[in-house]
């Protein structure tokens, strides 16, 4: 069982959450995206528990800390801020978040966590997916 927390703020790294306990755990496949604006987005997130845990996103903007972006604590719980929408799906033990069309300014961290099942005061950490806009090299003739 990993018990450590770490986190290290810099405009190049950003912050590492790990924390598992009592069994539970949280997974992210996505390492890092990147999107021109207006396309969709899917970060996916799963979650392995013997209990009904609250879920969560958190969003680290670059140069700031870890935000709440959505919380769920109910099985089928569809939460939804700034664009961003999840549901808390039990049957496939997954917490997805996703926007139809992403913008300039989402370019940031996106976090899942769920939380302690025992203690409830503890968040389990995914290990993040890092959202980047695509740049192009405009040419004029």
Same mark, same amino acid.
């Given at each position: 069982?990993?018990?450590a927390s770490e986190c290290s703020i810099s405009?190049?790294?950003?912050?590492?959450f790990l924390r598992y306990t009592n069994g539970d755990s949280v997974t992210?496949?996505?390492?890092?995206?990147?999107?021109?604006?207006g396309?969709?987005?899917?970060?996916? #997130?799963?979650? +392995?528990t013997t209990q009904y845990p609250a879920l969560f996103w958190y969003v680290q903007y670059p140069e700031e800390g870890p935000q709440l972006l959505l919380r769920a604590s109910k099985v089928?719980?569809?939460?939804?801020?700034?664009?961003?929408e999840a549901t808390y799906n039990q049957e496939n033990t997954s917490f997805h978040l996703k926007k139809a069309l992403v913008q300039d300014s989402d370019s940031a961290l996106y976090? #899942?966590?769920? +939380?302690?099942?025992?203690?409830?005061?503890?968040?389990?950490?995914a290990t993040g997916t890092a959202i980047k806009k695509k740049k192009y090299k405009i040419s004029s003739g």
């Open positions: 069982m990993l018990a405009p190049t790294r950003g912050c590492l992210q496949i996505e390492g890092q995206m990147t999107l021109i604006e396309d969709s987005l899917t970060v996916n #997130c799963s979650y +392995e089928n719980d569809k939460r939804s801020n700034k664009g961003f976090y #899942c966590a769920l +939380e302690d099942t025992v203690t409830g005061s503890e968040l389990s950490y």
